[in-house]
């Protein structure tokens, strides 16, 4: 049972490049959730998907787009990176929304 | 300004002592209050979880407390382990309907032999 899978691990990128950061979770929740964290800041929430076919924004979107593709897939794309989006980023899964979120080992991502 | 705040920043203490971290938060309405524990280098795991209706829940050697008169939360940690070397975050749930939460920036604990 792997939890929570994101890939890639690691990845550097230049300044204007794009790419998309891929979550997997086999615990079949419901909602799934993208965040960032820098640090000395606690976890801020980019975006989330309550249920399989929505989205919505959370408290820092600006320059990300994401994709449900199905309810155990949740992607986050950077069209345009820039540097002040270097950060780790984490998925993350639960049953409900008010249950414990599940995380995965997250995503390092330094833009040059 | 973030409402959850936690301290210390960091702490170091020795291995088979307790140690106590403390979070507070102005964030209303309040769901729930929940305690994850942070590897370097890996995901949180949660520990607890607290409705505002309960005071104390415990996970093996982690005792939450939860004061929601005074806005208030502490986990203990009992005769520490190396392995309880980690980043300690205190997260609020915002009543809301899609339970946003507030993230601490977490206290780092050090365990040394």
């Known amino acids: 049972n792997a939890g929570v899978t994101q890939t890639p691990k690691f990845q550097v990128l230049k300044t204007g490049q794009s790419m998309t950061l891929q979550c997997a979770q086999d615990m079949n929740h419901n909602s799934m959730y993208w965040y960032r964290q820098d640090p000395g800041m606690g976890l801020r929430l980019i975006y989330y998907s309550a249920s399989e076919g929505t989205t919505d924004k959370g408290e820092v979107p600006n320059g990300y787009n994401v994709s449900r593709l199905n309810k155990r897939e949740f992607s986050l794309r950077l069209e345009s990176a820039a540097p002040s989006q270097t950060s780790v980023y984490f998925c993350?899964?639960?049953?409900?929304?008010?249950?414990?979120?599940?995380f995965g080992d997250g995503t390092r991502l330094s833009i040059l | 300004k973030n409402q959850v705040e936690q301290s210390p920043q960091s702490l170091i203490i020795l291995e088979g002592k307790n140690c106590t971290l403390q979070?507070?938060?102005?964030?209303?309405?309040?769901?729930?209050l929940r305690w994850y524990k942070q590897d370097t280098g890996r995901g949180p795991v949660s520990l607890t979880i607290?409705?505002?209706?309960?005071n104390t829940k415990s996970n093996g050697r982690y005792t939450a407390t939860l004061d929601a008169d005074t806005k208030q939360s502490s986990l203990h940690i009992t005769a520490s382990q190396l392995s309880d070397s980690a980043s300690y975050i205190c997260?609020?749930?915002?009543?809301?309907?899609?339970?946003?939460?507030?993230f601490g920036a977490g206290t780092q604990v050090v365990v040394t032999p």
């Open positions: 979070c507070n938060y102005t964030v209303s309405p309040f769901s729930n």
């Open positions: 607290m409705t505002f209706s309960e």
């Open positions: 997260v609020v749930s915002v009543t809301d309907s899609w339970g946003k939460l507030q």
């Open positions: 993350a899964s639960s049953e409900t929304h008010n249950q414990p979120q599940h």
